[in-house]
């Protein structure tokens, strides 16, 4: 059974950073799709970026690019996947979730999902 876990939210003052971790239970993710969803209160769940299988492709939702980061551990030994989030304002206030698999890299449902991480921006 697939088990995505995240942590790393929190409250931050608008400007400021935090990142999001995310730890795959499988031994290595390196052939599927990796990725981060929000929903904020009352709104739908969206896309905010993703990585492609083999890590060549990164994909951001055009509110965060520029200021949020997706990555994962270099040597894809570890299955942990990373959200740098820079610059962070109030309207980036959501669970976040981490997701794998699916069609997340085109914005699409996941085929797994974490069960999501507060992140909290005040003004």
């Known amino acids: 059974q697939v088990q995505l876990v995240e942590s790393g939210g929190g409250l931050v003052q608008a400007g400021g950073s935090l990142r999001l971790s995310c730890a795959d239970s499988?031994?290595?993710?390196?052939?599927?799709?990796m990725g981060w969803f929000r929903q904020a209160p009352g709104k739908e769940r969206e896309f905010v970026a993703a990585m492609s299988w083999h890590g060549a492709g990164t994909y951001y939702a055009d509110s965060v690019r520029g200021r949020f980061t997706i990555s994962r551990d270099r040597d894809n030994a570890k299955n942990t996947v990373y959200l740098q989030m820079n610059s962070l304002k109030p309207e980036d206030t959501a669970v976040y979730y981490c997701?794998?698999?699916?069609?997340?890299?085109?914005?699409?449902?996941?085929?797994?999902w974490g069960q999501g991480t507060q992140v909290t921006v005040s003004s």
């Open positions: 997701a794998a698999e699916g069609a997340i890299t085109t914005g699409g449902p996941a085929r797994y």
């Open positions: 499988r031994r290595t993710f390196s052939s599927y799709s």
